[in-house]
């Protein structure tokens, strides 16, 4: 069984920092990609990031380029998000994700999900 588990939210002013981590168990993740997803209060769910686990190739949605940095440690099975220079409208639930997905921005490619960390970033 899959499992996910996200850590590292919190509340932080604007312009601050904060690392998001996935730790993943359950199976081999050697084809396999790893996401993270946002939800705003009142948003549908976007796609943030995401890195394949062999080769680790990366994407990164538009709104995010240049201040949040995917990376994975494949000794603990974990993925992380540095996320820089936030600002208010980063502010959302924040979901790690696992699949095989045709490219890496599409959602219904996932299969597993976690349960998600809060990130507020607020004065």
């Known amino acids: 069984q899959v499992q996910l588990v996200e850590s590292g939210g919190g509340l932080v002013q604007p312009g601050g920092s904060l690392r998001l981590s996935c730790a993943a168990s359950?199976?081999?993740?050697?084809?396999?990609?790893m996401g993270w997803f946002r939800q705003a209060p009142g948003k549908e769910r976007e796609f943030v990031a995401a890195?394949?686990?062999?080769?680790?190739?990366?994407t990164y949605a538009d709104s995010v380029k240049g201040r949040f940095t995917i990376s994975r440690d494949n000794a603990k099975i974990t993925v992380y998000l540095q996320m820089n220079s936030l600002k208010p409208e980063d502010t959302a639930v924040y979901y790690c994700?696992?699949?095989?997905?045709?490219?890496?921005?599409?959602?219904?490619?996932?299969?597993?999900w976690g349960q998600g960390t809060q990130v507020t970033v607020s004065s």
């Open positions: 994700a696992v699949g095989r997905p045709p490219w890496l921005g599409l959602e219904r490619g996932y299969d597993y």
């Open positions: 359950g199976r081999a993740f050697s084809s396999y990609a």
């Open positions: 890195v394949r686990w062999s080769g680790g190739s990366t």
